[in-house]
T-cell receptor, first 115, second 113 residues
Framework: DGGITQSPKYLFRKEGQNVTLSCEQNLNHDAMYWYRQDPGQGLRLIYYSQIVNDFQKGDIAEGYSVSREKKESFPLTVTSAQKNPTAFYLC??????????????FGPGTRLTVL | QQPVQSPQAVILREGEDAVINCSSSKALYSVHWYRQKHGEAPVFLMILLKGGEQKGHDKISASFNEKKQQSSLYLTASQLSYSGTYFCGTGTNYGGATNKLIFGTGTLLAVQP
């Protein structure tokens, strides 16, 4: 079955440690996105990538980094510079970069807790 | 600027109707609607485009008022499965393309038997 997978579902880390969240899609989609979700704040865009080897900062990129070396993979690293990393992280993809006609498909999410 | 959704929460009985609104302070090119159940991924419902084009769910309708920079989602004859949090995502046109969305804070809908 085609879809987006995120692993792990739950992740615990100590403060000051970097952590990488995995996102893989087998939908052959060009564009991929990372969102952060906090209670009462909806979805906020961290980074997005329209094509392999290219990505852009979203609205809250500070303290995060990404790579897009393969079309199907878009890992997110939460660095120690992110002041409040505990959140629910959602990865998404779309057929094309333009969202005017293309919906986003979301993965199941990773809940990160920093202790 | 994050779009504003109203109401923040609504409780319905099965069979009742509801309207969820999404307003933006910016000129809009497109509006997406998604529904998210607790702890799960958001699921696509509809896209509405400037000019009237729509794409999406057969049983859900929506409107897009370009002048007022707002969209409304209409849920009629609600079912228990409609429960969840509804998000609008607004897209503006950057150099001819809408390549990112800004999401509202969500509307929590609870449908009771």
């Amino acid at each position: 079955d085609g879809g987006i997978t995120q692993s792990p579902k739950y992740l615990f880390r100590k403060e000051g440690q970097n952590v990488t969240l995995s996102c893989e899609q087998n939908l052959n989609h060009d564009a991929m996105y990372w969102y952060r979700q906090d209670p009462g704040q909806g979805l906020r865009l961290i980074y997005y990538s329209q094509i392999v080897n290219d990505f852009q900062k979203g609205d809250i990129a500070e303290g995060y980094s990404v790579s897009r070396e393969k079309k199907e993979s878009f890992p997110l690293t939460v660095t120690s510079a992110q002041k409040n990393p505990t959140a629910f992280y959602l990865c998404a993809s779309s057929t094309r970069a333009s969202l005017a006609h293309n919906e986003q498909f979301f993965g199941p999410g990773t809940r990160l807790t920093v202790l | 600027q994050q779009p504003v959704q109203s109401p923040q929460a609504v409780i319905l009985r099965e069979g009742e109707d509801a309207v969820i609104n999404c307003s933006s302070s910016k000129a809009l090119y497109s509006v997406h609607w998604y529904r998210q159940k607790h702890g799960e991924a958001p699921v696509f419902l509809m896209i509405l485009l400037k000019g009237g084009e729509q794409k999406g769910h057969d049983k859900i309708s929506a409107s897009f008022n370009e002048k007022k920079q707002q969209s409304s989602l209409y849920l009629t004859a609600s079912q228990l499965s409609y429960s969840g949090t509804y998000f609008c995502g607004t897209g503006t046109n950057y150099g001819g393309a809408t390549n990112k969305l800004i999401f509202g804070t969500g509307t929590l809908l609870a449908v009771q038997p």
